[in-house]
Nanobody
Framework: QVQLVESGGGQVQPGESLRLSCVTS????????MNWYRQAPGEKRELVAA????????IYSDSVKGRFTISRDNAKSTAYLQMNDLKPEDTAVYLC??????RGQGTQVTVSS
């Protein structure tokens, strides 16, 4: 059974950092690219970052480029999203996903003073 479980969300002030984790099971993690998405209330889901199966290439949305870093540990079947200099507009539910495999339920990130 495929499972993706996000953690690490919370409420922080602008300028602070969070590190999200996505622990996976039920498929060969090292064979798949990984994505991080976010969805704010009333908004469409946005692809925030993606990383290749080997971790050698990454892409970011313009809204997070330079502030967020996606990474992975294939030995632990886990993906990460390091988020620095958080802004109120980063407030959303963050989900990890694997194209054609599945997505997690998400973890809430709230940035507010």
């Amino acid at each position: 059974q495929v499972q993706l479980v996000e953690s690490g969300g919370g409420q922080v002030q602008p300028g602070e950092s969070l590190r999200l984790s996505c622990v996976t099971s039920g498929f060969t993690f090292s064979s798949y690219a990984m994505n991080w998405y976010r969805q704010a209330p009333g908004e469409k889901r946005e692809l925030v970052a993606a990383i290749t199966s080997a971790g050698d290439q990454t892409i970011y949305s313009d809204s997070v480029k330079g502030r967020f870093t996606i990474s992975r540990d294939n030995a632990k079947s886990t993906a990460y999203l390091q988020m620095n200099d958080l802004k109120p507009e980063d407030t959303a539910v963050y989900l990890c996903g694997v194209p054609r495999i599945g997505r997690g339920q998400g973890t809430q990130v709230t940035v507010s003073s």
